[in-house]
């Protein structure tokens, strides 16, 4: 059955190289240094691994007792752990750059995690809560109708993937803008579907509005710093 | 047991040795408390010692509502129609017919929404 979820993270790598790849052929790549592709799949191979470990620690599972279990990815991978590990392990290892690195891989980003939604078609994962919409689809043997939630994340964190890309390729909004959108995007994103995710205890729904707002900040602080400079 | 119970039931086999099963254990604590009185959680302990599996209850199921069964001998799980292999969750309707049986670690996802199909299926 991990294999299922591997399908869903070739989705996600497929998603975030075809971006880097289009974005590379306008201009994303001018404006830093480092190789995002390879910072952005350290850090979200290390964010999953920090969340796995948060999550054991949260279930009441000793890691330093049970170290095998961290393989056991299907068991649980806290959000909030694996994404403040990701972005901890990002800014790290673009330290020098971290702002114009943290552009370059926006719109990848949000693209990678487009293609890890749509990675419910082969985790056979993508059905939510019940609904009666006519797009709402059964499980087999089933009469619930229910949303295809897997399906509306991927649609939503493509468009926005694809928003950021065309945005930054035709019409530079300055450092910061990029990647704060993103954030805001991602946080908006994941609040809009969580609703819709079957869940045991409701999910982070805190850790994506703190999103939404930290990058609406950060675009807010970004712009008016360019503004600022550009008066000057 | 199962044709006699009146609420869905989620039956879940574990072992004390089994390491998938202790990574799941606490998601099935999580369901049991959080749908206490919707569903029937019962967990159903296979080729284990009595030592073994009294310590695992203890430290990973603790507060949860599952009643927990013994088989010494692993076969009740193949005459319910499913295997030798753990973890296994069944899935059953009031009155004992089987939904749904998910093979190895499940994840909170699928827990939650089988969960769903039988509260308001």
Known sequence: MEFTLLAAAAFALTGLYAMLWWEARHGNASRCSGNLFEVAITSAALGIFIGRLVAMILDGVNPVTHPADVLLVRAGVSTVGATLGAIAVFAWLSRRELVPMADGVAAAALAGLAGWHAGCIARDACLGTASDLPWAVAQEGSAITRHQVGLYAALLFGVAAVVIAVWKAYRWPGFGVPASAAIAAAGMIRLLTQAMQPSLDGGPVWFYALGVVVGVLGVVWFARARRIERQN | MLSESADPVVLSV????????????????????????????????????????????????????????????????????????VPLTFFYDPGGELRFLHYGVIDERTLALQIDELVNG
């Open chain 2, 14 to 85: 574990w072992a004390s040795w089994c390491v998938p099963c202790r990574s799941e254990a606490p998601l099935l604590s999580k369901a049991s408390r959080r749908y206490d009185g919707e569903v029937r959680m019962v967990g159903l302990n296979v080729r284990d010692s009595p030592s073994g599996a009294a310590a695992f209850i203890s430290e990973f199921f603790p507060g949860a509502t599952i009643e927990h069964l013994a088989d010494s001998g692993g076969t009740i799980p193949i005459e319910l129609g499913g295997s030798r292999g």
